[in-house]
């Protein structure tokens, strides 16, 4: 009994001792563009921890979770300017519309048997629609996009201080993490990774397999368009192309593959990798538009040729190859 | 409602925007159903040919002689990038090469951006502006020509997928690839032929495309999506499929655009997009997947 709950403890104490040590970040610089860009990998940490449940635990890889980001930020946006609801019962609604949108969409994609490339696809035509409505919809504020009002006090969910949107987002990866870990050890997610791994073997064990992946695209979507909503709340505006663009859905796959596939660790991990190599091409060829954006796609496709099981694939090989080596 | 004139019209004008889908989509269904990777890069190759046309015509080039320059280089680039790049790096993991060729999007955008901007460029050519007269409607001479070039590319790849030895092999690594393998078909280099000749057919469609559309680095996006759309449609690597499902995706968006008004005129693709896959994911015109 001593035993399950010294490895429950150090389960949970590795995500804490992490959050502990960012949490410090603030402390250490008082540069606005530091903290911002941490914000930004945090943010994206989150959408991508979202897409890790269904993509990375689930393995049903989705090409659009553009549109819970979107559905997030919009409704966060709309609930408040057109609505006049306050900011965190806002952000609640925008998780809630978001989950209730990854019901419907896994329900519909899950019941008709897509998998593999015809999921991800639907997915990309579902944010697309979106897309193209929220462009052209007046209630969405059209092509324009919607602005929220700038009134920086602490219960409309803005601050003066980027520190402070930087623990917020920070508390909300590390819940994500604990709630991850949560299901790395639960039955539920021992059948989101059997299904992974063979779905028809899953469901001949009795698995459901339809009502366990429409559960884990509900709360993987939930989380997504937590993402979605905390951006919405941190820029104050939000338009289609933002919201439902092709460039969230891809960064949202690319931060927990690069970081480690189905893995507590992987999103934030990528994130944080992503974001530095943003920040250095930038600071590298900055100057040309397009070069630093270049150099970071080349960086990939190498990252991606050196470590193909993602950065924390890389150290375990490293580990063991040092361990190898030094057995011989 | 509407003329029965203006609809044929449309119809008319959605066949001939169609005929350029199918042919950007028969490279991507083709690379598909042999390799099957969902290559992120389509669109960004697209682009690259497209200002590889522009510089041919800016120096005196017409667009549709360059093709048979561009053609046969496109082969050979999209044989090198798959058989040195996509190939290697993606360690034959399906997100590997997913995230490979989306890299390879990234810096071939990306590089055109730094060498070019982001203006949009638009060339001249003496049947720019020409038309053809049917009476009640008038059809601009550059999509005639993309129309016509489209069909013949579509039958040489016909007869190259069923006349020749390359084609078989082509076939065989795309139903099993262990068993190609065991026969002696070089299945790294069938491979690499396959992406060269999606490459060529995308330089083709950049060449015909030019005359009546602009191009600047993010060109080839608006296409990508389409593609994807006209592949599914027509059941992922079916060639006469994506012929088929392009010519029918043109004619929905323009019709859409007709009833919808503009601005929404490619939601109708993706509505019957997301409906083609729900209730028939195997495709309109595929029997399997």
């Known amino acids: 009994m001593s035993g399950f709950f010294a490895t429950r403890r150090s389960a949970y104490a590795s995500i804490l001792a992490v959050a502990a040590l960012l949490a410090l970040t603030p402390l250490a610089t008082s540069a606005n563009t530091i903290l911002n860009a941490m914000v930004l990998a945090l943010l994206m940490a989150l959408a991508g921890q979202g897409w890790n449940i269904l993509g990375g635990y689930a393995g049903q890889?989705?090409?659009?979770?553009?549109?819970?980001?979107?559905?997030?930020?919009?409704?966060?946006?709309?609930?408040?300017?057109?609505f006049g609801l306050n900011a965190y019962a806002a952000f609640a609604g925008a998780i809630g519309l978001g989950a209730a949108l990854g019901a419907l969409i896994g329900f519909l994609s899950f019941r008709s048997g897509l998998r593999g490339s015809y999921f991800a696809l639907v997915t990309l035509a579902f944010a697309e629609v979106f897309r193209i409505v929220a462009n052209a919809s007046a209630f969405t504020g059209g092509a324009a996009g919607t602005l929220l009002k700038l009134d920086v006090r602490p219960q409309n969910f803005q601050f003066a201080s980027c520190a402070t949107f930087f623990w917020v987002a920070l508390a909300l990866v590390t819940v994500v993490m604990i709630a991850t870990r949560a299901?790395?050890?639960?039955?539920?997610?021992?059948?989101?990774?059997?299904?992974?791994?063979?779905?028809?073997?899953?469901?001949?064990?009795?698995?459901?397999?339809?009502?366990?992946?429409?559960?884990?695209?509900?709360?993987?979507?939930?989380?997504?368009?937590a993402a979605g909503a905390f951006y919405a709340q941190y820029f104050l505006f939000v338009d289609s192309n933002i919201a439902y663009g092709t460039w969230i859905s891809i960064e949202a796959?690319?931060?927990?593959?690069?970081?480690?596939?189905?893995?507590?660790f992987g999103p934030l991990v990528g994130a944080l990798a992503l974001q530095g190599l943003a920040e250095a091409t930038k600071a590298v060829a900055g100057r040309i538009p397009g070069a630093d954006v270049a150099l970071y796609g080349a960086l990939l496709v190498i990252a991606v040729a050196f470590a193909p099981t993602g950065l924390q694939g890389l150290t375990a090989r490293l580990r063991r190859g040092l361990s190898l080596g030094r057995a011989s | 409602m509407f003329a029965p004139e203006i609809v044929i019209a449309a119809v008319i004008n959605g066949l001939?925007?169609?005929?350029?889908?199918?042919?950007?989509?028969?490279?991507?269904?083709?690379?598909?159903?042999?390799?099957?990777?969902i290559n992120f890069a389509h669109g960004a190759i697209l682009t690259a040919a497209m200002f590889a046309a522009f510089f041919a015509s800016q120096a005196g080039v017409d667009p549709l002689v360059a093709l048979f320059g561009l053609a046969p280089l496109f082969f050979a680039l999209g044989y090198a990038t798959q058989r040195y790049v996509i190939g290697p790096a993606s360690h034959g993991r399906d997100s590997n090469i997913l995230l490979v060729t989306l890299g390879l999007?990234?810096?071939?955008?990306?590089?055109?951006?730094?060498?070019?901007?982001?203006d949009t460029r638009t060339i001249d050519t003496p049947y720019g502006f020409s038309t053809i007269d049917l009476g009640f409607i008038f059809l601009p001479m550059p999509r005639v020509i993309a129309f016509g070039v489209t069909c013949l590319v579509a039958a040489l790849l016909w007869a190259l997928l069923t006349r020749t030895d390359t084609g078989k092999a082509i076939?065989?690594?795309?139903?099993e690839k262990l068993g190609a393998a065991l026969v002696g078909i070089d299945v790294t280099h069938i491979y690499a032929v396959t992406f060269g000749i999606g490459a060529a057919c995308l330089a083709v469609a950049a060449c015909v495309l030019l005359p009546s559309y602009y191009v600047q680095p993010r060109a080839g996006e608006a296409y990508t999506l389409v593609a994807f759309t006209v592949v599914v449609l027509g059941g992922m690597g079916s060639v006469p499929g994506a012929v088929i499902g392009g010519l029918f995706i043109g004619v929905v968006e323009s019709l859409s655009g007709l009833y919808f008004g503009e601005s929404l005129g490619q939601l109708g693709i993706f509505l019957i997009f997301i409906l083609a896959l729900l209730l028939r994911p195997t495709g309109l015109f595929g029997a399997r997947g």
């Not at chain 1, 090409?63 to 559905?71: D, L, N, P």
């Not at chain 1, 039955?187 to 469901?203: C, H, P, S, T, W």
């Not at chain 1, 690319?254 to 893995?263: D, E, F, K, R, S």
């Not at chain 2, 076939?171 to 139903?175: G, L």
């Open chain 2, 171 to 175: 076939r065989a690594v795309a139903k």
């Open chain 2, 16 to 37: 001939l925007t169609g005929a350029v889908y199918a042919l950007v989509s028969v490279a991507l269904t083709l690379v598909y159903g042999v390799l099957h990777i």
């Open chain 1, 61 to 82: 890889i989705s090409f659009g979770h553009a549109v819970f980001f979107g559905t997030g930020a919009y409704a966060t946006t709309i609930l408040q300017a057109r």
């Open chain 1, 253 to 264: 796959l690319l931060v927990p593959i690069i970081g480690g596939l189905g893995t507590t």
């Open chain 1, 183 to 225: 299901l790395e050890r639960s039955r539920f997610g021992a059948y989101l990774v059997a299904i992974r791994e063979n779905e028809d073997a899953a469901r001949a064990l009795g698995v459901d397999a339809l009502k366990v992946k429409v559960q884990a695209i509900t709360l993987s979507a939930a989380i997504t368009a």
């Open chain 2, 105 to 118: 999007s990234i810096v071939i955008e990306n590089a055109l951006l730094a060498a070019f901007g982001s």
